[in-house]
């Protein structure tokens, strides 16, 4: 079984920012893509950042330029550093994992940005 539990979500001002986090745990075979995507009340999943083992990203043009994805092979853990939040960004943001085993989402964290 797998697990990825995202941490770092929450309340912050137009311009402020923020760093989320996600460790995936288990029985987790060779990870191929790590990702953070997002959902806005009656929207979508979007996809906001994904970087693969060899460190190529892919960004949504939306916040390209303001959120930096990372990860740690060694740890299987993810990191989103986003900067110069909008209201816009407002959403419940998941951490999904796409690996030889499969395709995991974690629970989700709740990031909020106040104008």
């Known amino acids: 079984q797998v697990q990825l539990v995202e941490s770092g979500g929450g309340l912050v001002q137009a311009g402020g920012s923020l760093r989320l986090s996600c460790a995936a745990s288990?029985?987790?075979?060779?990870?191929?893509?790590m990702g953070w995507y997002r959902q806005a009340p009656g929207e979508q999943r979007e996809l906001v950042a994904r970087?693969?083992?060899?460190?190529?990203?892919v960004y949504a043009g939306s916040v390209k330029g303001r959120f930096t994805i990372s990860r740690d092979n060694a740890k299987n853990t993810v990191h989103l550093e986003m900067n110069s939040l909008k209201p816009e960004d407002t959403a419940v943001y998941y951490c999904g994992i796409i690996s030889e085993g499969g395709s995991y989402w974690g629970q989700g964290t709740q990031v909020t940005v106040s104008s």
């Open positions: 288990g029985s987790i075979f060779s990870i191929n893509t």
């Open positions: 970087i693969q083992t060899d460190g190529m990203t």
